[in-house]
């Protein structure tokens, strides 16, 4: 996502730079990261990054 913001910072994707900004936190092990917030993360935006990415395929 990083990498797609710095060519197209006009992506149609909600919450794009938050996307990186969570990937960071996952990645290098933050001692704060909560399963609870993991697994809304899954829950709650994921679905919706995926309908984002199907509709820009079509």
């Known amino acids: 996502m990083n990498r797609i913001l710095k060519e197209h910072p006009d992506i149609p994707?909600?919450?794009a730079r938050k996307i990186v900004d969570a990937r960071?936190?996952?990645i290098h092990g933050y001692d704060?990261?909560?399963v609870?917030?993991?697994w809304?993360?899954?829950i709650n935006h994921l679905p919706k990054?995926?309908?984002e990415v199907e509709e820009m395929e079509r």
């Open 32 to 34: 704060s990261l909560s």
């Open 49 to 51: 990054l995926k309908q």
């Open 13 to 15: 994707i909600t919450n």
């Open 36 to 38: 609870d917030i993991l």
């Open 24 to 26: 960071n936190y996952i």
């Open 40 to 42: 809304s993360i899954v």
